[in-house]
């Protein structure tokens, strides 16, 4: 660790190198400073992206709760295809409520 | 002969192996060596079966002592390792806030070391010798869960219990909100439940994916060089490397910034703006 200690030694070209570095590596991670909110366009992309992923959960997490229940209750085609078309519904609300929050804050900017 | 022989070199410098799913084959680590050498020994066969959890906890425990040396001797002038830290939790503070406001900031710990976490694991799948333990979907249901269980604990302190009840009914308000609630109510339910399943098949299938693509190609680099029986392959793994490195990154944010959002959706004011 004496690089670290050498490096924070209190030389003010050091201090500025560092200033220098700090600016670059914020600039390259996409002009985040401290009063800036975080680029809106690469929030949308996050939430853009688990869409065709919401679909397909969707399905799947009814499918299984009506397999479970089927096996507890002997009902058994009904409770998969009740929950699985459930499970459908709610991943389109999920959907809806991604784009609004999406569109939501593309609107305010 | 020289297609059986290239057929056995490849099998074994890439020394794949069959994670549980058919056909897919990743890269060896350490442990599959270990196990492939001292296959009796009980131990051996322990750390086979737990090796996603291993990695895990390696990761884990490279973070803990990053931060120790970090945060040891912290300074106004920060040195390199500070600065890097630094600048990681401030942009993170910046991404949360910016979605949630202000009061976002008492989540940035959580998200933040999500992301630095999963950005960890995501790496090691391209470092020889090591797994991503994302590519498991054990591991990417152990950490949506941690993210449902947060996201419903906040709720419930947020909006107490009746008020988290009154939300997973769709917060209704007049009478067709609350004729519909029989409705709403397994909906919502679902819906909750459909957000730790999108987050871990997500960030499980495009890391497995990444993996086993880098397996295939490094299997097809030492087919290509088999014909003069060169222990090595060429590098044709090497593009896929970078597209790697540039997921990896993509997801550990998705996953921490769908995380920051579901948070969000379930703080009060939150729950009357999509109502």
Same mark, same amino acid.
């Given at each position: ?109 | ?21 058919? /056909? ?130 906040? /709720?419930?302190?947020?909006? /107490? ?59 097809? /680099? ?54």
């Amino acid at each position: 660790m004496s690089f670290l200690k050498i490096r924070s030694g209190s030389s003010s070209n050091l201090n500025n190198n560092n200033n220098l570095r700090l600016t670059l590596a914020r600039s390259f991670l996409g002009n985040l400073k401290n009063d800036e909110k975080f680029d809106p366009r690469i929030r949308n992309v996050g939430i853009l992206i688990t869409i065709p992923m919401v679909f397909a959960a969707g399905p799947i997490v009814g499918f299984l709760i009506g397999y479970w229940l089927d096996q507890k209750f002997g009902s058994d085609p009904w409770g998969k295809t009740i929950l699985s078309l459930l499970g459908f519904v709610a991943s389109i609300r999920q959907v809806v409520e991604l784009i609004k929050d999406a569109t939501k804050d593309t609107n305010h900017d | 002969m020289i297609e059986e022989t290239a057929h056995s070199a490849a099998h074994k410098a890439a020394a794949s192996h069959e994670a549980a799913h058919e /056909g897919l084959k990743e890269l060896a680590n350490w442990i599959t060596l270990v196990n492939e050498r001292w296959h009796d020994v009980p131990f051996v066969n322990v750390l086979h079966q737990w090796e996603n959890v291993v990695f895990s906890l390696t990761a884990a425990f490279f973070l803990i002592i990053l931060s120790f040396f970090a945060t040891r001797k912290k300074s106004l002038i920060p040195g390199p390792l500070q600065n890097v830290l630094e600048l990681a939790v401030e942009s993170f503070e910046n991404l949360v806030t910016g979605i949630m406001g202000p009061r976002g900031r008492a989540y940035v710990p959580f998200i933040a070391t999500l992301f630095i976490y999963i950005l960890t694991q995501n790496f090691m799948g391209l470092v020889p010798g090591l797994k991503a333990p994302t590519s498991s979907l054990n591991t990417t249901v152990g950490l949506a869960i941690c993210v449902f269980f947060y996201v419903q604990g906040i /709720g419930i302190k947020q909006n /107490g219990i009746f008020g988290y009840i009154h939300h997973l009914m769709g917060s209704p308000h007049d009478i067709v909100g609350w004729i519909m609630v029989p409705l709403n109510f397994p909906l919502h339910i679902l819906q909750e439940l459909i957000k730790p399943m999108s987050l871990s098949l997500r960030l499980f299938g495009n890391i497995l994916g990444e993996d086993s693509l880098i397996a295939a190609f490094v299997g097809l /680099g030492i087919l290509s060089l088999s014909f003069i029986h060169s222990p090595i392959g060429l590098p044709l793994q090497f593009p896929f490397f970078l597209l790697s490195m540039l997921l990896g990154t993509i997801q550990a944010l998705v996953f921490s910034l769908l995380s920051t959002i579901y948070i969000s959706l379930m703080l009060p004011s939150s729950a009357h703006e999509t109502a």
